[in-house]
């Protein structure tokens, strides 16, 4: 099941985050490194993004909610491409930023709006 959940999960990944980003993600992977992003790939995007109950362009949308809720920036702004890759407009990526300021304060959507400022011009969005 782990080797069906990792294959699953790469092609997931890949369709959402980009070929490119997860041959770069795996290639720097080291032996220290390496079961970890494993793990990742079959956990999250085999088993979590694998179940089709939910679609892609909605998972992101959840994703973006709930890692600007986090604060974590550098998986914010990947998973900020990855919406976008999935169909999430400009406009819903605006939406979700005011909703992060309301539940969980303005200063994290600031700084959510600043690194979705940035993805979206370097895919010439905005």
Known sequence: MQQDLLEKGLEQR???LGEKYVTAAYDNADDFSR????AMTAWCWGFGWGDDTIDA?????MNLAMIGALGKMH???THCNGAVN???S???????IHVVG???????????MRVARK??????LL
Not at 103 to 112: D, F, K, R, T
Request: aromatic share 4%; with cysteine; glycine share 4%.
């Open 57 to 61: 362009k909605t998972r992101s949308m």
């Open 119 to 124: 993805v979206l011009e370097e895919r010439d």
């Open 14 to 16: 890949k369709s959402t």
């Open 90 to 96: 400009v406009e819903e990526i605006r939406a979700i």
């Open 102 to 112: 309301i539940y969980c304060g303005v200063p994290q959507s600031l700084e959510c």
């Open 75 to 77: 998986e914010w702004e």
């Open 35 to 38: 079961p970890l992003q494993e």
């Open 86 to 88: 999935n169909g999430v």
